[in-house]
């Protein structure tokens, strides 16, 4: 089957900063300091409104600024590195981020114990770093930076305390792709317990964690389950950020994926367009959101007997997601996966062969073997080489590398 795809975005809400403490300096560098601060400052405003290309500019000249003052292995240094790591993971340059977030935790792994607001950054850094590992499809490494700010964090921060929940809803990020779904269903419930007791139940930063529960239903099949969580994603947003913000529409495609599991097509095609008119304006031509829902309305499309704008859709997709992701990301194959079942629905047997032989073999380097991907891409490639008369190549996929699935 075609698999429509949710967004799991990270969580929305506010970290607290470090303010360099410009008396525990040296004087001579106290304007250099200052500078930094106030260019800091600003990245952070940039970001906020989404310019991150500006952003990023002023991080990294406070960056320049801040080590020429106080050295590279400062706790301030390190506030301004996972700020960087921040707005590079916005932007899907994932190499930079990982490289700027390794150092800020690094820095971190030195001064712990020191100060509450250091521990609290040690917390954030770590929980960016698994966040980045997990967008590079890197679950299994993505797990010990979170379960280790997950204990710092109870231990130092609280059990109530608001970074403690941004830990546990990247945890059950990573989880829900690790196939561990009932992990993931409870850090999720236990995050949104400490957002609610803090914020309120209408709070719209508890919309990231009403959206995740809902893609952790998409992810078992159970899309009716999921639906409510995705309706009140959308509300909690848009009393917040308005009908045309981009995370008000990722939520709308989110939304949509959920009905389109459930044969909603005709309403799961109107919140498509609408988020992708909304995204294209907002991130132009390339982004992740766009080919998540280039993937998803092609499955639509499909649903609906619409061929030829299904395959356009698809292939514009796997563009999109190898230039961000890498060629060999699961997220890649899920749409190659796709693109074969599109293929064979109109008998294009050799068209659809080497699609589902590329996402199988990438699903199993990226995923557990029980993981939903990996029996759905396996079972569709098993029952393709049936109808070309590969007998033999079909039951060898069904066996696979670890275990055998029944279909």
Same mark, same amino acid.
């Not at 209408?202 to 893609?215: C, R, V």
């Not at 199988?360 to 939903?372: G, Q, R, S, V, Y």
């Given at each position: 089957?075609?698999?429509?795809?949710?967004?799991?975005?990270?969580?929305?809400?506010? !970290?607290?900063?470090?303010?360099?403490?410009?008396?525990?300096?040296?004087?001579?560098?106290?304007? @250099?300091?200052?500078?930094?601060?106030?260019?800091?400052?600003?990245?952070?405003?940039?970001?906020?409104?989404?310019?991150?290309?500006?952003?990023?500019?002023?991080?990294?000249?406070?960056?320049?600024?801040?080590?020429?003052?106080? #050295?590279?292995?400062?706790?301030? !240094?390190?506030?301004?590195?996972?700020?960087?790591?921040?707005?590079?993971?916005?932007?899907?340059?994932?190499?930079?981020?990982?490289? %700027?977030?390794?150092?800020?935790?690094?820095?971190?792994?030195?001064?712990?114990?020191?100060?509450?607001?250091?521990?609290?950054?040690?917390?954030?850094?770590?929980?960016?770093? #698994?966040?980045?590992?997990?967008?590079?499809?890197?679950?299994?490494?993505?797990?010990?930076?979170?379960?280790?700010?997950?204990?710092?964090?109870?231990?130092?921060?609280? *059990?109530?305390?608001?970074?403690?929940?941004?830990?546990?809803?990247?945890?059950?990020?990573?989880?829900?792709?690790?196939?561990?779904?009932?992990?993931?269903?409870?850090?999720?419930?236990?995050?949104?317990?400490?957002?609610?007791?803090?914020?309120?139940? @209408?709070?719209?930063?508890?919309?990231?964690?009403?959206?995740?529960?809902?893609?952790?239903?998409?992810?078992?099949?159970?899309?009716?389950?999921?639906?409510?969580?995705?309706?009140?994603?959308?509300?909690?947003?848009?009393?917040?950020?308005?009908?045309?913000?981009?995370?008000?529409?990722?939520?709308?495609?989110?939304?949509?994926?959920?009905?389109?599991?459930?044969?909603?097509? !005709?309403?799961?095609?109107?919140?498509?367009?609408?988020?992708?008119?909304? *995204?294209?304006?907002?991130?132009?031509?390339?982004?992740?959101?766009?080919?998540?829902?280039?993937?998803?309305?092609?499955?639509?499309?499909?649903?609906?007997?619409?061929?030829?704008?299904?395959?356009?859709?698809?292939?514009?997709?796997?563009?999109?997601?190898?230039?961000?992701?890498?060629?060999?990301?699961?997220? !890649?194959?899920?749409?190659?996966?796709?693109?074969?079942?599109?293929?064979?629905?109109?008998?294009?047997?050799?068209?659809?062969?080497? %699609?589902?032989?590329?996402?199988?073999?990438? *699903?199993?380097?990226?995923?557990?073997?029980?993981?939903?991907?990996?029996?759905?891409?396996?079972?569709?490639?098993?029952?393709?080489?049936?109808?070309?008369?590969?007998?033999?190549?079909?039951?060898?996929?069904?066996?696979?590398?670890?275990?055998?699935?029944?279909?």
């Amino acid at each position: 089957m075609n698999q429509p795809q949710m967004i799991s975005p990270v969580n929305t809400l506010e !970290v607290t900063r470090l303010d360099p403490p410009p008396a525990t300096k040296k004087a001579s560098h106290l304007d @250099d300091i200052e500078a930094a601060t106030q260019l800091h400052e600003r990245s952070i405003s940039h970001a906020a409104q989404g310019q991150l290309e500006k952003a990023a500019a002023l991080g990294l000249q406070a960056l320049t600024l801040l080590e020429q003052a106080v #050295g590279s292995d400062d706790p301030d !240094v390190a506030n301004v590195l996972n700020h960087l790591a921040e707005i590079y993971l916005e932007q899907g340059d994932y190499a930079k981020a990982t490289q %700027f977030c390794q150092r800020a935790v690094a820095i971190l792994d030195q001064v712990s114990g020191l100060e509450i607001e250091l521990d609290r950054l040690w917390v954030q850094a770590l929980g960016n770093l #698994g966040n980045i590992y997990r967008n590079q499809g890197r679950y299994v490494k993505a797990e010990a930076p979170l379960l280790k700010a997950l204990a710092i964090a109870e231990e130092i921060l609280g *059990f109530n305390d608001l970074d403690l929940a941004t830990t546990l809803n990247y945890l059950g990020m990573v989880y829900k792709y690790l196939a561990r779904f009932d992990e993931a269903e409870r850090v999720y419930h236990r995050a949104l317990a400490i957002m609610e007791k803090k914020l309120g139940p @209408d709070n719209p930063n508890l919309a990231s964690l009403y959206h995740n529960l809902g893609g952790l239903e998409h992810t078992r099949g159970r899309y009716a389950e999921g639906e409510p969580f995705a309706r009140r994603a959308v509300a909690l947003r848009e009393q917040e950020l308005g009908p045309n913000h981009p995370t008000v529409a990722a939520d709308m495609a989110a939304l949509a994926a959920l009905l389109d599991g459930q044969g909603k097509y !005709v309403e799961a095609e109107k919140l498509y367009w609408r988020a992708l008119t909304i *995204f294209e304006k907002a991130y132009g031509p390339i982004h992740y959101e766009l080919a998540i829902n280039y993937n998803n309305l092609a499955a639509n499309m499909d649903a609906q007997g619409n061929e030829s704008e299904a395959e356009r859709l698809y292939r514009r997709a796997i563009i999109i997601k190898e230039k961000l992701l890498g060629p060999k990301h699961p997220d !890649v194959a899920l749409t190659l996966n796709n693109l074969a079942v599109h293929y064979k629905i109109q008998g294009k047997y050799n068209e659809a062969e080497p %699609f589902y032989r590329r996402a199988l073999t990438i *699903f199993e380097k990226a995923l557990e073997p029980t993981h939903p991907n990996v029996i759905t891409t396996r079972a569709n490639y098993a029952k393709l080489l049936r109808e070309m008369n590969r007998e033999d190549e079909a039951r060898a996929i069904e066996v696979g590398p670890e275990l055998s699935y029944k279909i």
